[in-house]
């Protein structure tokens, strides 16, 4: 068998129309110089006083300045700025990274009156190169100037790297007669897996949230999206989400008990999860979008470790690529994973086929069938465990001959 190369394309996905604004959250995107491509790559986010800002970053022990610094002014203050530029990540750039980023927070600083560090810095992009801040230097001045409640489709575009489209969703919600609106973008490709992803990702809400409170949301959030997906097992040295919460639509959650908080977080998770699963649809050179549901595990641990064990190879990455019902892969996976499995009792199935039964091919099983199913570019492959009653969903993609040449020709 053999295949062209073709165009790939974002499985599904098509760029938001419009990004609804956040009161309190403004929002400037313009071209620093710092793409080769000449598009938009810096971006920044302003928040206003007396909002509550959550945010997470990658557990990759050799993460970046930007990543370091945030953490550091997180503890110092209350962050009244967010600044991200694509195109460099500022990653393994020792103690130049660290001057540098500390220098971008300071032009922000300096040009709006704010302290430095209310200033958080997330950057994505080719690894090792230091960071040229003269162009920060040059171009903070007209983005501070651009600020603007609606601005939240250029700053998509703004902190793209290899994405092909823009990520981005907004809900509305209403409760007790007032409207809550929440907004967010993402960006990421490739190098995707948790802890969380070489992503980014910016959502903000006009709801009010206690400090507490959006930390466990975000949390929750996360876990639910960005830390159940992968493109290719590879954790970043840059991931970082950050959540915002303004206030300023007159509805607070001050804790869990209020009666619409539940409403409210699975608003936002429904959020995180389109703009996670997005990631997935663009993965690079991504021709399938694949959802692996295990079952009846004795624990959600267990239950993701088969996920990732199919996940991650790529045997089956490549099977799916090539439309090909090569269910032994999937098979061969699901008992390298780690965790204690009685054979006898699994059940696999693509889609609604069953491939695997009591400990080998099902009875009912034909190649035309699986053929069937593999053609599609959305699949659900279940994995039946019969041995509890936890479950987990992770979402992946396939591997093509385009996200080879994608990564190769990265820094090209």
């Known amino acids: 068998m053999s295949w062209e190369v073709k165009l790939i394309m974002a499985v599904k996905l098509s760029e938001p129309e419009k990004l609804l604004p956040i009161k309190g959250i403004r929002v400037a995107s313009l071209a620093a110089g710092i793409k080769k491509s000449g598009s938009d790559d810096l971006v920044l986010f302003e928040i206003a006083d007396g909002s509550q800002t959550s945010a997470m970053f990658t557990r990759n022990v050799f993460c970046a300045a930007p990543v370091l610094l945030s953490r550091k002014h ?12 694509a195109g460099n990540a500022n990653a393994g750039t020792g103690q130049n990274g ?12 300096d040009e709006t009156a704010a ?5 958080l810095p997330f950057s994505t992009g080719v690894i090792g190169q230091n960071l040229p801040v003269e162009k920060f230097a040059a171009a903070i001045p007209d983005l501070v100037k651009q600020l603007h409640e609606d601005s939240w489709l250029k700053a998509g575009r703004g902190i793209m790297t290899t994405d092909t489209l823009l990520k981005g969703i907004s809900r509305q919600i209403e409760l007790d007669g007032k409207t809550i609106t929440i907004t967010g973008i993402a960006k990421g490709s490739g190098m995707i897996h948790p802890d969380m992803a070489t992503m980014l990702g910016f959502v903000a809400t006009d709801a009010g949230v206690s400090k507490e409170l959006l930390d466990s949301c975000l949390q929750e959030s996360v876990q639910k999206s960005f830390n159940s997906i992968t493109v290719d097992g590879d954790t970043s040295t840059n991931d970082s989400c950050v959540l915002m919460a303004t206030g300023q639509s007159g509805v607070m959650f001050i804790n869990d008990t209020d009666k619409n908080f539940e409403v409210f977080k699975e608003a936002l998770n429904d959020v995180f999860i389109y703009l996670a699963q997005a990631i997935i649809r663009d993965g690079e050179g991504a021709t399938k979008f694949i959802s692996l549901n295990i079952i009846n595990a004795t624990s959600e641990e267990e239950a993701r470790k088969v996920a990732y064990t199919i996940a991650h190879s790529p045997l089956v990455k490549t099977a799916l690529f090539a439309s090909d019902p090569n269910w032994g892969r999937i098979l061969a996976a699901v008992g390298r994973s780690g965790i204690s499995l009685d054979i006898d009792k699994i059940e696999i199935y693509l889609d609604d086929v069953c491939i695997v039964r009591e400990g080998g091919r099902a009875d009912s099983y034909t190649e035309e069938q699986g053929q069937a199913v593999m053609s599609r570019d959305e699949i659900t492959i279940t994995v039946d465990l019969k041995q509890g009653q936890k479950s987990a969903v992770v979402w992946t993609c396939d591997f093509s001959y385009d996200y080879v040449k994608i990564n190769a020709e990265y820094r090209s």
């Open 74 to 85: 997180l503890q110092l203050s209350s962050p009244k700025y967010l600044l991200i530029n």
């Open 98 to 109: 660290m001057e540098a980023a500390e220098s971008c927070c300071k032009l922000v600083a």
């Open 115 to 119: 302290k430095a560090t209310a200033v």
